[in-house]
T-cell receptor
Framework: GENVEQHPSTLSVQEGDSAVIKCTYSDSASNYFPWYKQELGKRPQLIIDIRSNVGEKKDQRIAVTLNKTAKHFSLHITETQPEDSAVYFCAAGFGTASKLTFGTGTRLQVTL | DAGVIQSPRHEVTEMGQEVTLRCKPISGHNSLFWYRQTMMRGLELLIYFNNNVPIDDSGMPEDRFSAKMPNASFSTLKIQPSEPRDSAVYFC????????????FGPGTRLTVL
């Protein structure tokens, strides 16, 4: 089955700096890669996703890049703000409404 | 739309008792997922349904766990008998097929087995 590895497990940045979280996946058939944000005590919520036919996608301060050959994808957050502090999960899936395999999460702390 | 609804939000029970968690997916969604989240194991998919039919239950830890989806608007996850190691947050999520993959998570049920 699919295996998703995520790094780093914790990340501390100063407000205004950029944050990068990286994930690798094992199953070359995976074609859907979402990123979820989970605030303390809350549910995971989708912040951005990318499909394998696209190399990069951007939404305001958030961007995701995908390298199918190397089987890795990354989340980039620019101009970080305290409200970006949360746990971020990457995931990989195949097909429509398919099962997702999640990474182990990255706890991002944005300090003032 | 109220989003995915789960009940109860918190459950404290004693080892050996039966626990039933409930989920109502977003109206019109035809895929439903049950996840378990712990510090040690992260977010694990237990089972998922498409059009009320179980598709993949390979994540169900053992026979003590069972899940049903009798209709498009209701699903249950049952643990019988419960054990302390089952303590976790259990999330239900739903999505709409036909090219839209976003899974919408419910608020979760925090289960504590003493």
């Amino acid at each position: 089955g699919e295996n998703v590895e995520q790094h780093p497990s914790t990340l501390s940045v100063q407000e205004g700096d950029s944050a990068v979280i990286k994930c690798t996946y094992s199953d070359s058939a995976s074609n859907y890669f979402p990123w979820y944000k989970q605030e303390l005590g809350k549910r995971p919520q989708l912040i951005i996703d990318i499909r394998s036919n696209v190399g990069e996608k951007k939404d305001q301060r958030i961007a995701v890049t995908l390298n199918k050959t190397a089987k890795h994808f990354s989340l980039h957050i620019t101009e970080t703000q305290p409200e970006d502090s949360a746990v971020y999960f990457c995931a990989a899936g195949f097909g429509t409404a398919s099962k997702l395999t999640f990474g182990t999460g990255t706890r991002l702390q944005v300090t003032l | 739309d109220a989003g995915v609804i789960q009940s109860p939000r918190h459950e404290v029970t004693e080892m050996g008792q039966e626990v039933t968690l409930r989920c109502k997916p977003i109206s019109g969604h035809n895929s439903l997922f049950w996840y378990r989240q712990t510090m040690m194991r992260g977010l694990e998919l237990l089972i998922y349904f498409n059009n009320n039919v179980p598709i993949d239950d390979s994540g169900m830890p053992e026979d003590r766990f069972s899940a049903k989806m009798p209709n498009a608007s209701f699903s249950t996850l049952k643990i019988q008998p419960s054990e302390p190691r089952d303590s976790a947050v259990y999330f239900c999520a739903s999505s709409l097929r036909s090219g839209k993959d976003e899974q919408f998570f419910g608020p979760g049920t925090r289960l504590t087995v003493l």
